[in-house]
C-alpha cells in the first residue's frame, strides 16, 4: 500500500502490516498517517470482516521511532493528540473485530496499539514491555488505562516502572493475550482465526464490541440500557431471521450484514 504500511487481503480478513522492519517498525509521521489509511480502508470495505494487525520482520513495533523526533508543532502531546490518537480511536471504534499478531515484542506505543486490538495473539517468544521509565517518561497511546484495567493497580504501576518483560505465556495468564502459536505460523493462525470471526453475523459483532467497549467505563445500568437498544435493533435485521431459520433449519447461516 504504501513504503510503511503493507494491506493485504486473504479472503474476509485484511492484513495490516507496519512495514518498517529495519527500524523496528518505529512509528514515524510517515507510518502514523498511512496506518490511519490502512485501518480506515479496512473498516469501510464491506468484504473485509475481521483484521489482522502485525509487523514486518522481528518485532511487531519497538514503539515511537526516537531517532524521528517530534516535528509536530504541539510537540508530543500534539502528536499523541493529533496523530496516535485517530489510529487507536480507529481500531475502537471499527465495527470489525481487529486482531493484533504480535510477533517478536511489542513496546512502548506498540504495546498500546496491541492492546487496543480487540483480541491478541502472540507468538510463542514475544514479550510485551512497557520501557518508558528507563528513557524517563509515562506510558503513552492509553496504556495506563489498558493496563490498569487489565492488571489492577498494583500489578500494572510494578510492571511499568520496573520495565518488566512480559512474555507471551504469561500475557495470556494476566488476560492482556487472548492465545499464543508458534512464530512460524502467528500470522496464519491470526488470518485463519479471523476467517472463522468472518463466518459469524457481522452486526452481531459490531454491536458486541460496541457493548463490551462501552460496559468497561459505564455503570451496571447504563450498560443494560446500551444492550437493550442494541438487541432490539439487532432482532430487527434481516441477518437475525437468517440466524434463527439456519437454527431450525440445521444448516450453517449465510450472514450478509443487513
Known amino acids: ?86 489510529t487507536l480511536e480507529a481500531i475502537a471504534e471499527m465495527p470489525k473485530p481487529v486482531i493484533a499478531a504480535v510477533n517478536g515484542f511489542a513496546a512502548g506505543i506498540g504495546l498500546s496499539y496491541a492492546l487496543q486490538c480487540d483480541l491478541v495473539v502472540m507468538a510463542d517468544e514475544a514479550f510485551l514491555l512497557s520501557p518508558f521509565t528507563t528513557i524517563s ?58 476467517n472463522e470471526l468472518a463466518k459469524r453475523a457481522p452486526l452481531s459483532l459490531a454491536a458486541t464490541k460496541k457493548a463490551m467497549r462501552v460496559a468497561m467505563d459505564a455503570d451496571w445500568g447504563a450498560a443494560y440500557d446500551l444492550e437493550a437498544k442494541l438487541q432490539g435493533e439487532l432482532l430487527a435485521s434481516d441477518d437475525a431471521r437468517e440466524g434463527v431459520d439456519a437454527f431450525f433449519e440445521k444448516r450453517a447461516p449465510e450472514f450478509k450484514g443487513t
Open 137 to 194: 517518561l509515562v506510558p503513552d497511546g492509553g496504556a495506563n488505562w489498558m493496563l490498569v484495567r487489565h492488571l489492577g493497580y498494583h500489578r500494572a504501576y510494578q510492571l511499568s516502572i520496573e520495565s518488566t518483560r512480559i512474555p507471551a505465556s504469561k500475557c495470556v495468564e494476566l488476560g492482556l493475550a487472548n492465545r499464543t502459536a508458534p512464530a512460524e505460523t502467528l500470522l496464519a493462525d491470526a488470518v485463519a482465526w479471523g
Open 1 to 86: 500500500m504504501t513504503e510503511t504500511v503493507r494491506y493485504e487481503q486473504q479472503d474476509a480478513v485484511a492484513i495490516i502490516s507496519l512495514d518498517r522492519p529495519d527500524s523496528l517498525n518505529g512509528f514515524t509521521d510517515a507510518l502514523r498517517a498511512d496506518l490511519h489509511n490502512a485501518l480506515q480502508r479496512a473498516g469501510n470495505d464491506a468484504a473485509v470482516r475481521a483484521v489482522v494487525l502485525t509487523g514486518e520482520g522481528r518485532c511487531f513495533s519497538a514503539g515511537a521511532d526516537l531517532k524521528a523526533g517530534f516535528d509536530n508543532v504541539g510537540g508530543v502531546e500534539g502528536q499523541l493528540q493529533d496523530e496516535y490518537r485517530p
